[in-house]
């Protein structure tokens, strides 16, 4: 098992940034792929960037267009989410994943979840 907690959600206007952490626990957090999703009310869940087990490859959302940044720590277990030019259209509920597919966009490739942590982006 591998556990997950969200942190670093809050309210932002737009333009501004914001710093999501995830920490992990439980099994070699290095062993994983790491990812970042998102849901608004009324959506589905999407894919927002994922990372490689070393940290060394990084994929991103379409959306994301160079705003966001997914960054691993292996030695602290934690996997950062670093979001610059923020818009109302970005806010929703930011869940991290774990898998052992590095690099997947879907959803089902990720085992382990948090339990998110709410980003909202005034105008």
């Known amino acids: 098992q591998v556990q997950l907690v969200e942190s670093g959600g809050g309210l932002v206007q737009a333009g501004g940034s914001l710093r999501l952490s995830c920490a992990a626990s439980?099994?070699?957090?290095?062993?994983?792929?790491m990812a970042w999703f998102r849901q608004a009310p009324g959506n589905e869940r999407e894919f927002v960037a994922a990372?490689?087990?070393?940290?060394?490859?990084?994929y991103y959302g379409h959306f994301t267009q160079g705003r966001f940044t997914i960054s691993r720590d292996n030695v602290e277990n934690t996997v950062y989410l670093r979001m610059n030019s923020l818009r109302p259209e970005d806010t929703a509920v930011y869940y991290c994943?774990?898998?052992?597919?590095?690099?997947?966009?879907?959803?089902?490739?990720?085992?382990?979840w948090g339990q998110g942590t709410q980003v909202t982006v005034s105008v």
């Open positions: 994943a774990a898998g052992v597919r590095s690099g997947s966009s879907w959803y089902g490739d990720y085992a382990y």
């Open positions: 439980g099994r070699t957090f290095s062993d994983y792929g």
């Open positions: 990372i490689s087990e070393s940290g060394g490859t990084a």
